[in-house]
Structures are given as structure tokens and as C-alpha cells.
């Protein structure tokens, strides 16, 4: 089984993007997913989750009001929209599937937000 991010690149202060966890190999329905960052020289942080069991969204502080997570069950896919990025959301973002007995992360996305 895998995870696999997509859709990091460069953005102003201010901009937008939209990243994507692909699953394969895994019951898509049955993991909560999420995503993490670490930002240069910081530790792994928690981003946001999306709880398989009911659907129950949980976001770090720090993003609350302008990310949002999302998941597409028929894609095996899960989204974190991103808004209003700002120099401290710099960062290579994982995605995590996470079960009662396995989890799996990505290999990372770079987001990189200039002024």
C-alpha cells in the first residue's frame, strides 16, 4: 500500500493551492487521513485530519479558516485546500493514512510561499 502526494509548488503570500493524496493498495474508507508539514529546521506538525469512522475534520490552529481538508472516496483521494498561504506555511507536506493496524505516509510535496 501507498500514498502519494501531489500538487506542491511556489506561491505568492496571499495564494492558493490544492493538494492531493492518491491511496492505492488500501481500503480507502477504513483510514483516517491527514497531513503534516515540516518546515525548514522545525519539526513534523500536524495539519489537518479527516476521520474515516464519521467524517469529523480536525485542523491545527495555526490553519483553521483557511484549509480545508477533503475526501474523495470514489478516487481514493484526499484534498487540502489551501488559502491565504502565508511565509510560515512554507513547508514539505505529507499525507498519512492512518488505521487501526497500519499507517502509511508519502514521500512529501514541497509548498514554498514567497513574498
Known amino acids: 500500500a501507498q500514498v502519494v502526494e501531489s500538487g506542491g509548488g511556489l506561491v505568492q503570500t496571499g495564494g492558493s493551492l490544492r493538494l492531493s493524496c492518491t491511496a492505492s493498495g488500501l481500503t480507502f474508507n477504513q483510514y483516517t487521513m491527514a497531513w503534516f508539514r515540516q518546515g525548514p529546521g522545525k519539526e513534523r506538525e500536524f495539519v489537518a485530519s479527516h476521520v474515516h469512522k464519521d467524517g469529523s475534520t480536525y485542523y491545527a490552529d495555526s490553519v483553521k479558516g483557511r484549509f480545508t481538508i477533503s475526501r474523495d472516496i470514489a478516487k481514493n483521494t484526499v484534498y487540502l485546500q489551501m488559502n491565504n498561504l502565508g511565509l510560515g506555511d512554507t513547508a514539505v507536506y505529507y499525507c498519512?493514512?492512518?488505521?487501526?493496524?497500519?499507517?502509511?505516509w508519502g514521500r512529501g510535496t514541497q509548498v514554498a510561499v514567497s513574498s
Open positions: 498519512n493514512a492512518m488505521s487501526d493496524c497500519d499507517t502509511f
